[in-house]
């Protein structure tokens, strides 16, 4: 005797004008859902920035008893670069990016090295502006020890466009188009800290300010 299988299950199709319909309601809703999710991510960031701006300006006044203790997170150290780099290059280096290891932090970051050295009134030559026009992707990580109110950094490693960057080369980037925006940066030798910051001690999590006497 034959078995009955049972009649066959067929998949449901939706009509042609009800999958139109769906599509452009997604469409129409799009929009206003990137709007949500970019506001949301901008009072993050507001937020965060206002948090680490609080703190650096208690550290900086001073006040703070010996020992005190400032968690700088990362997310709020994101958020101070962003403002901060933006106001600082007028726009020629975008989505920085900092990630934080034990003692070590890396930087990323999209920069225009020729707007870069224009918005402080010096312009490169022909020669140069044709080695380092567009805009190129840069990592550069560093490592940070700190103690009795002193600090070093020192670069572990840096890429532009994928290319590995050191030796003379690296003192070229540096020379040219840090120090003119960052004249106070110290790379490769022992700076103060100022502020009675006694260290910083760096983690994934964030960075540790521990004022002294």
Known sequence: ASRCSGSPHYPIVMPEDARTARYNGIVRLAPAAILLLSAALLTAIDSEYASIRGKIARIESERAPAGSRFSLTERELNAWARVKVQAATTGAVRNPVLKLSHGSVTGYAVVDFVALRTAHQDPPGWLLRKLIEGKHPVRVKVRVSSGSGRARIDV????????????????????????????????????????????????????TVVIGS
Do not use: Q
């Open 156 to 207: 572990e490693s840096a890429e532009v466009s994928g290319l590995a960057i050191s030796g003379l080369a690296l003192d070229f980037l540096i020379r040219n188009f840090v120090v003119p925006v960052y004249p106070e940066v110290k790379v490769g030798e022992p700076f103060e800290l100022g502020h009675r910051i006694d260290r910083l001690t760096v983690a994934p999590s964030g960075v």
